[in-house]
């Protein structure tokens, strides 16, 4: 197993890959993590009737997605987990930001006043992580093996459906389900799969790009995409500080500060899959310092995210699923990542070509990346001595997460704040997995120190 793993990385966590393939690796974890990274802007404006505002708000989140980016690989004095982590708009948070908008409308608010009031409630939530941060070696009494593996499960199941609804289309997409979608999403993922398998490092490295460009030829030559060039975005765009101004409202910062809270969990299993791929320990003192630097740098992005006009951020699973495709863990590669999102969003007109990349191409691209996640999440679980107690914890877990996500009327007599923490697998599932892991009797008695190894050296399992 030691030899295999070695086998599969190319680049390891500190080794320092050349310019060439560094942004090849780069471009592939951007193209992953692109939609991802504006689509929670766009909703929101779109929603709330900020459309006036959308392309600095998409400039912003993709800027403020570099900034962050480069902070988590290159770690300044304790901020950030010095690890190929992206830095992502959280989708997290898109319920409770939708429903302080609404709050801010219905009381006659402008476009202005809600923007105001929704980055001034981020501003304050971001010091949520990074006073949390200095308590992760306490909170892994909470959020044990267990926990981060059922977390991750979640977060890969969840962005599966993400990526089918992509590549049927795209959501309402007229067209949805039709059998040319199908067959582009289709093509670039037999690209990437059999690419990926080649024993060769440049072809595996560039597998993602080369699904990709496979998939957008048979959309050009099937005559269903033609590249557009932009029209109305700037050539240029730079960060205004509190350019909207800065409003509070405790009624509407307790559910946005609960979100955060939260998604703390998500944090430390996206960071600790990351962990795993890059065959680092998950357990110890770097790793704690690892996950303290991560919640750190996410809250730390948080507050820069509110300070520049951008929603808040969180550590991407996505990049991990790309990680274990290329076998490129080299956090050098992180800072071709952030200078590529920074890029992006200072010149809106490159972002604005990414953008119009087919739907179902990218679907077909990332199911095979989400599905990595989910599957990292499951091998965490699995290096567990599972007993009765745990098995209960993981059935009731995904049972109710994935049951409220594929039916959240399920909820709808509750009041909204439940409503809107409790609405996604990745909470409502987490928080559940937590509760049920703290009162449920132990089958065993579990020391301080079993708790902290429940999982080996990646070396030593590998």
């Not at 240029?236 to 509070?248: A, C, D, R, Y």
Request: hydrophobic share 50%; proline share 5%; with cysteine.
């Amino acid at each position: 197993m030691v030899e295999q793993a070695k086998s599969e990385m190319i680049y390891g966590l500190e080794t320092k890959p050349g310019p060439l393939p560094a942004l090849f690796t780069a471009i592939q974890h951007v193209l992953a993590s692109l939609v991802g990274v504006v689509t929670p802007p766009l909703i929101i404006g779109s929603v709330l009737g900020l459309n006036a505002y959308l392309p600095y708000l998409i400039s912003m989140s993709l800027l403020v997605s570099g900034i962050g980016t480069f902070i988590q690989s290159r770690r300044f004095y304790g901020v950030g987990a010095g690890m190929l982590c992206l830095q992502g708009t959280s989708f997290a948070f898109l319920s409770v930001t939708l429903a302080a908008g609404f709050a801010i409308k219905s009381r006659g608010g402008s476009a202005e006043d809600i923007l105001s009031m929704i980055f001034g409630i981020n501003f304050i939530a971001a010091f949520v992580p990074i006073i949390l941060s200095r308590f992760i070696g306490k909170l892994r009494r909470i959020i044990t093996p267990l926990i981060t593996g059922i977390v991750i499960t979640l977060i890969g199941i969840s962005l599966i459906k993400v990526s089918i609804v992509d590549w049927g289309g795209g959501h309402n997409a007229p067209d949805f389900g039709a059998p040319i979608n199908l067959l582009l999403g289709g093509v670039t993922l037999l690209v990437i799969l059999v690419l990926s398998r080649i024993n060769h490092n440049w072809i595996r490295l560039s597998a993602v790009v080369f699904g990709i460009i496979a998939g957008c030829l048979l959309a050009y030559f099937s005559g269903t995409w033609q590249l557009h060039p932009s029209t109305d975005s700037a050539w240029i765009e730079l960060p205004k500080v509190f350019h909207f101004g800065f409003s509070f409202d405790w009624a509407l910062f307790v559910p946005i500060a609960l979100i955060s809270a939260i998604s703390i969990i998500e944090a430390v299993g996206d960071i600790t899959a990351n962990c795993m791929l890059s065959q680092v320990p998950i357990d110890g003192e770097s790793y704690i310092k690892r996950l303290e630097g991560g919640v750190l740098a996410d809250g730390v992005s948080c507050a820069m995210a509110a300070i520049l006009g951008a929603f808040p951020t969180t550590t991407f699973a996505q990049n991990n699923g790309v990680i274990q495709m290329t076998g490129v863990a080299s956090r050098h590669v992180g800072l071709y990542i952030g200078a590529i999102l920074i890029l992006l969003g200072v010149f809106p007109f490159l972002s604005h070509i990414l953008q119009q990349l087919p739907t179902p191409v990218l679907g077909g691209a990332t199911l095979l990346m989400f599905g990595s996640v989910a599957a990292a999440g499951i091998r965490i679980i699995s290096h567990t001595s599972l007993t009765r107690r745990d098995m209960l914890i993981i059935a009731v877990s995904f049972g109710i997460g994935l049951g409220i996500e594929a039916e959240p009327d399920f909820l709808q007599h509750l009041p909204k704040v439940i409503q809107n923490m409790f609405g996604s697998a990745i909470t409502s599932g987490g928080v559940i997995a937590i509760i049920l892991n703290l009162f449920l009797p132990n089958d065993r008695p579990v020391s301080v120190t079993q708790t902290h190894t429940a999982i080996p050296h990646m070396e030593s399992e590998m």
